[in-house]
Each structure stands twice: as C-alpha cells, then as structure tokens.
C-alpha cells in the first residue's frame, strides 16, 4: 500500500521594504528560518549609508550576537569616558568614566558604514534587489499585498515588513492617518581626518558634548583615523517645518558656523576645517505611538523608526531596529503552522509594551524638565536684582536637566533574555 507524503506548506514570501540596520538584520534573521522566502527591496541605485557616527552600546552588542554579525565589526572609538563642557568657556561640567569588564564588549563609536558592512556580509546573496523604490502597497485580501514600485515593477508578498524609516510609505499606507512633525531639532553631521584636527585640542579626542543652552558640537573618533562632528540647534518649528525634509541634504560651511559663533575658538576652527561639501543637514521628525505594529489582518509589520518615530531621541535606533527584526523571526520561526497571525500577535506583545515605556518615559522628562525650569525661574526671580540665570548657568542647568535617570533598561536591554521570557511566559500558559 501506498502511503500519500503529507502536503508541503508553501513558503512564506517576506518583503522586506528598506535595506538600513533594520532591514538588513530582519533579512538575516528570517533568512534561517526553514521555508520561508526573503527579498529586501531598497530604494536607493547603491548600498550606503548617510550620516556619519552610531553608537553601539551594549544592547546593539547583544542583539549584533544574537545575528552572528558582532566579530563582523572589528572598527571603533570606545566610549568608556564622556566628556560634557561649557562650549563658551571651554570648563568641564561633568565626565563619565566607566571600566571595562572582562569578556564585555566595550560601548564604541563607530561609522555607520562599517555596521552596515558588517550586516551586509552575512545577508545572503540574491536577496536585496536595488533600485526599488515603493510608490504603494495593494492588499490583495488572501493573496497577500502587492507592492507596486516606482519602476513600473510589482512584488507580492504574504508578509511585508516596513523598514523604510521614519518618512515610511509602508507605514503611511496601511496607516494612512499617521504624522510625522518636525520637532525643531537639526543636526549637522560630517567626517573628516582626525589629523585635520588634532592640532586644536587634546580633549577633541575624546567623545564630548560642547554645550551653550541651546546648541550643542559633538565630537568623537570613530575609528579608522577617522573624527566626526554632530552639531545641533533649534530651528523654530512654526518657522521652518515647510523647508526641512529628514536625512542628508547638503548644507553649505557658512550655514552650519553661523549657529555656532559663540563657542571657543578652537570649535570654530573645527568645524572650519571641514571640507566644502562635507556638511549633511538632518532635521529631527517625531510621529505618535502606535497602538499596534501589525495591519493588514497580519500581512503588514513595522521595524525599527517606521514603528516608532522617536526623532533619535535614545540614540540607539539601530540597536532598537535590529532588535525588531531578531524577534519578528524568532515569532515567526516558533508559529510555523498560522505562523504569521499568531507570530504577529506574539511580536506586537512583546515591543509594544518596550517602546510604549519609550514614549512614556519623553512624556514624563518634558515634565520633569518644565517643573526644573520653573523652579530655576521661581528661584532667580526673588535674587534682589532680579536677575536671569547667566549663560554659564544655563549652560549647567542644561546638562543637570538631561542627566540622572537610570537608563539601563535601554542600553543594557537583553533582547534574547526578554524573549526567553516570553517564551518560558507561553509554554508555562500551554501546559497550564
């Protein structure tokens, strides 16, 4: 007698939408997983990146483990010591020293291009297809979502994952009553040699923030005798919101120095040293919680700033991105029969409630940081001069009011171990 091999489930078809950190890491992450089919389509004609500095700290470490993509990134500047100081006068206002830990990997700065090679090398070949910019997504009910590309070209898929960033078209099309805003925060970034400028100051090799109350330079190395610079002010958002878009516009050198003519001179002359055409302008966006990361009946899925447009507030986007994409496939990876309803609802139960502490957390510093303001405006208004607070003494306020909460729930988060929870959390309710 002849016995019938059982039917083969068809393979799950993912497109992933945005090839950055995100949609790198969620391509090598479902890429191990049994019968499932991965494409990654990014916009752009060649892979790279645009910015210049990222931070990998602890949880991106363990997360970058976790892909088998950590030994991968072998340059960086380690961050152990932070510097934060009075860009005006130059006076130290408070260092972080930490030590190292032995087997621990140390927090770095490195170039965004060096994470992304180190992603690249292990997404397996045939699985980005360049050039594919996404116009819309059609859902095709049981036959998944159409994505229609701006080439004429069409893609289905059974599951589309939006890694395509904060100005996401994933995002905006399955929840088309979502606004990004800008915030008034922008950001001018650039490499350059660090022996272009090691003349200046010796402190400019450490990672340090140079403050007046409102504007910031950062500077740090970041490996491969390479120093970056990230400058920052506030641009009223009434004012300016209809001329900024959010990632790399070229900016003139005389833009980006007339916001900072107040800083000592050896900042000025820094950030003269910059080549012209070295300058990128990024104006920080912002968008609203969302209630869930999954649209579609399931057949739609959010990773990294398309889910939680946060503006950079953490610094750690990519870290927060990856980690999207290693427990999408671990969801999907543990529900292989109905695998993308029940692996979706296991995915949104276990990062909505992460970066709903996020939002919690900006909501509840901008009061902190109000009540700050108004007890500092209390306080010098019965000086008997009546007098405001000197610009030094803004300067120290500034760095009082963005330090002192414990953060380690962000930096040191253990994306396997809080997945190892939920997992021990679901067998314990299936035997009960």
Known sequence: MTVDAPPTQPPLKVAIVGAGPGGLATAIALSGIPNVEVAAYEQASVLREVGAGISIGANSWRVLELLGVADSL??????????????????????????????????????????????????KPGIIQLSKKLARMVDKGEK?????????????????????????????????????????????????????????????????????????????????GL????????????????SK??????????????????????????????????????????????????????????????????SGAFGSGAGFAMEDGWVLAQALARFRSDRRRRALELFDAVRLPYYARMYAHLAAE????????????????????????????????????????DMSWIYEHDVGATWREWVGALEAAESG
């Open 227 to 242: 120093w970056e610079i990230a400058a920052r002010a506030w641009h009223d958002p009434a004012v300016h919101s209809a």
């Open 144 to 224: 998944g979502v159409e994505l229609q590309f701006e080439d004429g070209s069409t893609a289905t898929a059974d599951l589309v994952v939006g890694a395509d960033g904060i100005r996401s078209v994933v995002r905006d099309t399955a929840w088309p009553d979502y606004e990004i805003k800008f915030t008034g925060t922008t950001i001018w970034r650039t490499l350059l040699p660090w022996d272009n400028v090691k003349d200046l100051d010796p402190r400019f090799e450490i990672t340090g923030w140079w403050h007046t109350p409102t504007t910031h330079v950062y500077f740090s190395p970041v490996g491969e």
């Open 245 to 310: 878009v959010s990632w790399g516009v070229p900016v003139t050198n005389e833009h980006v120095e007339s916001h900072f003519t107040e800083y000592i001179p050896a900042i000025r002359e820094a950030l003269a040293r910059v080549p012209s055409g070295g300058w990128r302008e990024f104006a920080a966006f912002a968008g609203p919680e969302l209630g869930r990361l999954t649209a579609w009946d399931h057949k739609v899925v959010l990773v990294g700033d398309s889910s939680h447009a946060l």
């Open 74 to 123: 072998k340059t960086g500047h380690d961050t152990w010591t932070v510097l934060n100081m009075n860009g005006r006068s130059g006076e130290q206002l408070h260092k972080r020293e930490k030590k190292g830990i032995p087997g621990k990997r140390a927090p770095i700065r490195t170039q965004r291009t060096a994470l992304q090679s180190a992603l690249l090398s292990h997404v």
């Open 366 to 405: 901008a009061a902190r940081r109000q009540a700050r303001l108004a007890e500092i405006a209390a306080r010098h208004s019965g000086d008997a001069d009546g007098r405001e607070p000197s610009f030094d003494e803004r300067v120290a306020n500034k760095i009082i009011l963005d330090g002192g909460a």
